[in-house]
């Protein structure tokens, strides 16, 4: 009986050693989501469609999007708006989150950068941790090249995966990036292993894929503004996990009621207990909480638009959202001969 459990417990190492990437970066999930990418025309938002090189391997073609706006006179730049690098999570691919960049760019009024990483959707090569972030580095490199792009603030969106991304990618370039959005986001994989696979808990030493958020998150400028944006009923991220991230940034984390004492022990304990100190929370780093959003909805609950523009409104005193939003909505009034049309917006 020793032998047949030993032999399936390094059966499972073994196939937790091979096949993680496989497990960890879903590229095929949902189907077809190697070869159905959807375009941004067919959401009616303006782009250029982009293919990245790697420099440090040439063979790997990274597909991007660049959805931004066009100005309505010939040879002039549009006023400066902030760019948002948008990063997916661990499934399908750029397209599958067009609905996102639309309200990003026709609600919000800024640019949009997406893209595919390595071995998602028509983009070359095999996902891994070094793989993903590096392509992330192509896309900031690329934005802080373009002349739309490198006018005006540039900042990172990450959801998922995607936020631990987005982390690594702030941590490398403090400078450069203006500011940083966390959506549903773990704090490490090896943490976040044991409630995907369960029974893969006692093997968490075998992973190669770390993304260690919980440590790049700390290294983070205290003037960087962050903004977390976390489910309560997310299914697959632990809302435990963005509570740390929270407070490994300098945030304060929400405080919610101590468990009522059952136990006269558990009473006296409770009593005893010094009072909390205080904590002076650091105005960069907002947090907002949707009670009813699962993992992947987040951006279709009701004030997700409203906790953008607070963000930058309070934390980026050159954007002013208000005027950006408004800019936005003249531009999509116009269609390219200058005839009125409501360009998809409402209100």
């Not at 304060?252 to 009522?260: D, K, L, N, T």
Request: proline share 9%; net charge neutral.
């Amino acid at each position: 009986m020793v032998v047949v459990t030993l032999s399936l417990m390094g059966a499972s190492a073994t196939m937790l050693w091979l096949r993680q990437n496989r497990w960890i970066y879903l590229a095929d999930s949902p189907k077809a989501s190697r070869t159905d990418v959807p375009a941004p025309d067919s959401f009616g938002l303006p782009y250029d469609e982009l293919w990245l090189a790697d420099f440090n391997d040439g063979a790997v073609q990274q597909h991007a999007y660049f959805i931004y706006r066009r100005s309505s006179s010939p040879g002039q730049l549009e006023p400066p708006v902030p760019t948002i690098l948008y990063l997916h999570d661990r499934d399908g691919n750029m397209g599958h989150r067009l609905p996102i960049a639309k309200t990003l760019h026709r609600d919000l009024g800024c640019n949009v950068m997406m893209l595919s990483y390595r071995g998602f959707g028509k983009s070359t090569g095999v996902p891994d941790e070094q793989g993903l972030k590096a392509d992330a580095q192509a896309a900031l490199d690329f934005l802080l090249t373009h002349p739309v792009s490198n006018r005006g603030p540039i900042l990172l969106y990450g959801h998922g995966l995607g936020g631990a991304v987005a982390i690594d990618l702030a941590a490398r370039n403090p400078i450069t990036v203006a500011g940083l959005v966390v959506e549903n986001t773990f704090l490490n994989l090896p943490k976040l292993l044991p409630t995907v696979y369960p029974h893969a808990r006692a093997f968490t030493a075998l992973l190669n894929q770390i993304w260690a958020s919980d440590k790049a998150i700390a290294t983070l400028p205290d003037q960087l503004p962050i903004m977390f944006l976390s489910s309560a009923k997310d299914e697959f991220v632990p809302p435990t996990h963005m509570a740390e991230l929270f407070t490994l940034a300098g945030g304060v984390a929400p405080q919610r009621p101590a468990p009522r004492p059952k136990t006269l022990k558990e009473w006296k304990t409770a009593l005893a207990a010094p009072p909390p100190a205080p904590v002076k929370p650091n105005p960069f780093r907002q947090w907002h909480e949707f009670t009813e959003a699962a993992h992947n909805n987040v951006s279709e609950q009701a004030g997700f638009v409203a906790c953008w523009r607070s963000w930058m409104r309070a934390t980026m005193g050159r954007v002013d959202p208000d005027l950006v939003a408004r800019l936005a909505r003249e531009h999509w009034r116009r269609d390219d001969n200058g005839r009125e049309s409501d360009g998809g917006m409402t209100g």
